[in-house]
T-cell receptor
């Protein structure tokens, strides 16, 4: 079973639209961390946010916001007023205490922002 | 700001050849990792390394693979006899510590080495 599911494979939006990227995770652990990474066409992984399992506060950083809901095991990512530079593949990832340090990545959502 | 570095950025090799991918983790980090991303697919865990030995490894990390910390700064991934299916982006990462209650283990990723096996 997938520990991290990103059901949206590809999304296209027109510039300035808002877009939400979904992430659903599965874990038996009570201590875990969730992450979002951005992978631009150049290939590197750019860290966006980390959230631990004890902190369900939503977070906003500029045009980015994250909605963490333990009740639905979701950690969704919203980009407000999207820009062409937001075009990339976005990965959600899970790290659990019980499985050591490894990250479990979702399959990624490819976002294309059309000018 | 400290960062993880990887060399080379792109390596092309013939099937059956040995390759060594190099990484320099962040200096005060204790845990080191290798991940693989086949083109268009998700990033997959290969191995973690702590205190000069393998801490965890995935099913992908078979006898073809080995890791080493040959000196105080480098962390290497060796593929003994490359296969076509080893073509992928290989990411090195490092972290201060493990996931424990009250602390976090943010892994910092390097820029990756793109391995092409012909």
């Amino acid at each position: 079973a997938q520990k991290v599911t990103q059901a949206q494979t590809e999304i296209s939006v027109v510039e300035k639209e808002d877009v939400t990227l979904d992430c659903v995770y599965e874990t038996r652990d009570t201590t875990y961390y969730l992450f979002w990474y951005k992978q631009p066409p150049s290939g590197e992984l750019v860290f966006l946010i980390r959230r631990n399992s004890f902190d369900e506060q939503n977070e906003i950083s500029g045009r980015y916001s994250w909605n963490f809901q333990k009740s639905t095991s979701s950690f969704n990512f919203t980009i407000t007023a999207s820009q062409v530079v937001d075009s990339a593949v976005y990965f959600c990832a899970l790290s659990e205490r019980i499985s050591g340090n490894q990250f479990y990545f979702g399959t990624g959502t490819s976002l294309t922002v059309i000018p | 700001e400290p960062e993880v570095t990887q060399t080379p950025s792109h390596q092309v090799t013939q099937m059956g050849q040995e390759v060594i991918l190099r990484c320099v983790p962040i200096s005060n980090h204790l845990y080191f990792y290798w991940y693989r991303q086949i083109l268009g697919q998700k990033v997959e865990f290969l191995v973690s390394f702590y205190n000069n030995e393998i801490s965890e490894k995935s099913e992908i990390f078979d006898d073809q693979f080995s890791v080493e910390r040959p000196d105080g700064s480098n962390f290497t991934l060796k593929i003994r006899s490359t296969k076509l299916e080893d073509s992928a982006m290989y990411f090195c990462a490092s972290s201060v510590g493990k996931v424990i209650a009250g602390a976090y283990n943010e892994q910092f990723f390097g820029p990756g080495t793109r391995l092409t096996v012909l």
